[in-house]
């Protein structure tokens, strides 16, 4: 199973920006971020074809966040910008897409996941 690695998370005012990084093991042709807050469940954020099927966001990550790859170093990227308090979350990368478990945003539809790293918007 492909091994993923993220970093780049932080805290910073609302308004302001941050970069996540995911470094996978291997090629993959799918990857997505996700997020998730204590008590409630992991949403989906944004996901991307790697071979250039195109990218994929939840409506409260439009305008604002944009993902991207960069294939020779079998990484993924999620720009991050005008952050609001409720983006706070810990937020995962996620690899291995099931297409039968559910679409793209789905949790569920995917089997690997990065340790996840944590993002504080303040007001």
């Known amino acids: 199973q492909v091994r993923l690695v993220e970093s780049g998370g932080g805290s910073v005012q609302a308004g302001g920006s941050l970069r996540l990084s995911c470094a996978a093991s291997?090629?993959?042709?799918?990857m997505g971020w996700f997020r998730q807050v204590p008590g409630k469940e992991r949403e989906g954020v944004a996901a991307?074809?790697?071979?250039?099927?195109?990218?994929y966001y939840a409506d409260s990550a439009k305008g604002r966040f944009t993902i991207s790859q960069d294939n020779a170093k079998n990484t993924v990227y999620l720009q991050m910008n005008r952050l609001k308090p409720e983006d706070t979350a810990v937020y995962y990368c996620?690899?291995?897409?099931?297409?039968?478990?559910?679409?793209?945003?789905?949790?569920?539809?995917?089997?690997?996941w990065g340790q996840g790293t944590q993002v504080t918007v303040s007001s």
């Open positions: 996620a690899a291995d897409y099931v297409v039968d478990n559910g679409g793209l945003l789905t949790y569920l539809a995917w089997n690997a």
């Open positions: 291997g090629y993959t042709n799918c």
């Open positions: 991307i074809y790697t071979g250039g099927g195109g990218a």
